[in-house]
């Protein structure tokens, strides 16, 4: 897959009087994700796919391994039902975080919403 698509792209923004946001990118749980939390300290997850077999996009169980790698962040989850090969719902995200306990820190903003940290 790597091969279609080619790299992924994330973004950091810093500034010394403001927290630390990193997005992601259209990408999966991998160990570049898991470097850039461990440096950054700061997510697509639609579950996009391009085939039936392999995603594109975080999904519920990459933002679960997001959760745990970065235990002091807050996940805004975003990029669900605005492509049409994103095969993963707010609503299902949100009865998994429900499920696994992780609604505190795990943000499932609907479209137009907005946060201020």
């Known amino acids: 897959m790597k091969d279609l698509l080619g790299e992924v792209s994330g973004i950091v923004l810093k500034h010394p009087d403001e927290k630390t946001v990193y997005i992601a990118g259209d990408t999966v749980w991998y160990e570049g994700v898991e470097d850039n939390l461990k440096k950054y300290h700061p997510l697509n997850s639609g579950d996009a796919k391009v085939t039936d077999e392999e995603s594109i996009i975080m999904g519920k169980q990459d933002v679960y ?38 609604t505190q820190r795990v943000l499932v903003p609907e479209d137009g919403e907005a946060y201020s940290f």
């Not at 962040?73 to 009865?95: D, Q």
């Open 65 to 102: 391994e997001v959760y745990n790698a970065a235990p002091n962040a807050t996940i805004i989850a975003s990029h669900m039902e605005s492509v049409n090969h994103a095969t993963l719902s707010r609503k299902e995200l949100r009865e998994f975080l429900s499920e696994k306990g992780m």
